[in-house]
């Protein structure tokens, strides 16, 4: 019984594994180091209080907020990770 | 017998099942034999109804030894007391998370319904009203207006692509029933993972819509229509015929969902048709055509390797 090309075997543990990539990219951008060297800083995003933020105020916007919010809970899910993938391989 | 004493008592909350008793025993030997418990059954099917007519409130269990004591009737009236509690709690809880009653609405359809939106989904170009029409501010359900999304096709749809996909896979012997299992979450993860580019390139571009985020898994859902149509021509007719109906249904969906996008993404006078010039708009409308033209994408992508 062959499995079928690689593009289709996604699971529902793939997306989660997914997400939990994407998450803590986006968690890792330092504000000082890094984004402030590409004028994405934090006295970038909030300027116009009009009703058009504009998307990159909107990504400045989002990627503090997933930092704020998920830095205690990607804590817990990145041990869980670890401890598993130690323990199952 | 210990009947005559538990008749009366049991007769107002036990009405319910002895219905579905009395219909099923009615079926025949056959129907009593499905739905009795085998522990009497091998006193033979006669016995059987004479158990039933005898012990109506039995609920279902021949041997009446279970009933006579008063002991094990407490115990059935706390444990059913017990169940509707924990019925309750998981009803509210689960009300927290998922919005049962705003899900309701979406499965608020009937046949004309979903006739009517089907051919709309193939053939969307002589439909010319495509507003929503609202009642007192909440739209109305989808059995009173066929341009309201719902779930129910959604769901059929996705569920028949994927006996169709496991069909497709059975003629080209490839089948086993574990990829059934695989279609099914991989055709899923695809589609929660368009959702959730959808909810992100609206969350960027600051559209102040009223999609919520139902309404965009249900116009996701859309396309599974077209997949089945042209899979289930592929698999009649062959390749030539596989093409030609995805084609058609590609541009069926493509149509059916800028149309209905325009209304509800872009501003009152870009909806109507007249170019509005404007970065917002334009953004918009890209946005529109993007979301738009992924639907035929996901159609090719999600059924190509099943026609060979």
């Avoid at chain 2, 115990?75 to 009653?101: H, T, W």
């Avoid at chain 2, 969307?124 to 359900?141: F, G, I, K, L, R």
């Avoid at chain 2, 069926?252 to 007249?274: C, D, P, Q």
Wanted: hydrophobic share 45%.
């Amino acid at each position: 019984m062959e499995l079928k090309s690689f593009y289709m075997a996604f699971t529902l543990y793939s997306l989660i594994q997914t997400a939990i990539l994407c998450t803590n990219a986006i968690a890792v951008l330092h504000e000082e180091r890094f984004l402030s060297k590409f004028g994405w800083g934090v006295d970038h995003g909030v300027g116009g209080f009009g009703d058009d933020p504009g998307i990159k105020a909107q990504i400045l916007t989002l990627i503090r907020s997933v930092r704020t919010v998920m830095r205690v809970p990607l804590i817990i899910v990145n041990s869980a990770c670890i401890v598993l993938l130690l323990l199952f391989g | 017998m210990d009947y005559t004493a538990t008749q009366s008592g049991f007769r107002q909350r036990k009405l319910q099942p002895n219905m579905r008793l009395r219909t099923s025993l009615v079926d025949g030997s056959e129907g009593s034999q499905l739905f009795e418990d085998t522990s009497g059954a091998a006193s033979g099917p006669q016995t059987g109804y004479s158990n039933q007519q005898a012990g109506p409130q039995a609920a279902g269990f021949p041997g009446q030894s279970i009933l006579s004591d008063p002991m094990s009737n407490l115990a059935m009236a706390y444990g059913s007391s017990l169940a509707s509690q924990g019925r309750e709690m998981v009803d509210k809880n689960l009300d927290r998370f998922i919005p049962i009653s705003k899900l309701k609405y979406y499965f608020a359809v009937d046949t004309v319904y979903v006739g009517k939106k089907l051919g709309l989904l193939v053939f969307p170009y002589m439909h010319e009203n495509w507003e929503v029409s609202y009642q007192q501010d909440t739209p109305v359900a989808p059995r009173f207006d066929v341009n309201a999304p719902d779930l129910y096709i959604p769901a059929m749809g996705f569920i028949t692509y994927i006996l169709v996909a496991g069909l497709a896979l059975g003629t080209q012997n490839k089948f086993s029933p574990e990829l059934l299992g695989v279609q099914a979450s991989s055709a899923f993860v695809w589609l929660i993972m368009e959702v959730l580019a959808v909810l992100l390139s609206l969350y960027l571009v600051t559209v102040n819509t009223d999609l919520t985020t139902i309404d965009l898994l249900a116009f996701s859902g859309y396309k599974y229509v077209g997949m089945i149509v042209g899979v289930v021509a592929g698999l009649l007719f062959g390749r030539p015929a596989y093409y030609l109906s995805l084609l058609w249904c590609c541009v069926a969906i493509f149509v059916f969902m800028i149309r209905t996008l325009r209304l509800k993404l872009l501003s009152e006078a870009a909806a109507e048709g007249r170019l509005v010039r404007g970065a917002k708009n334009q953004l918009r409308m890209y946005l529109t055509m993007s979301i738009a033209a992924a639907q035929p994408i996901f159609m090719y992508w999600l059924t190509y390797h099943l026609i060979r």
